[in-house]
């Protein structure tokens, strides 16, 4: 499986609950932290859920 690098590029005050959980649920705490997860159809759709908010990256 292809792995994606996610980096949380605004700010998670002001947004709705549920997207602050997935945030940290991928391990996005801060802005400009990055992390790395393995594509699985559950990480594509937390990521999906929140793409307004990161950058993702192909690795």
């Given at each position: ?18 997207h ?10 801060k ?29």
């Amino acid at each position: 499986m292809a792995k994606v690098k996610l980096t949380l590029v605004k700010s998670l005050i002001g947004r709705k609950k549920e997207h602050i959980a997935t945030c940290k649920a991928l391990g996005l705490r801060k802005i400009r932290q990055n992390v790395e997860h393995e594509e699985t159809p559950q990480i594509r759709g937390m990521i999906n859920k929140v793409i307004y908010l990161v950058n993702v990256e192909e690795v």
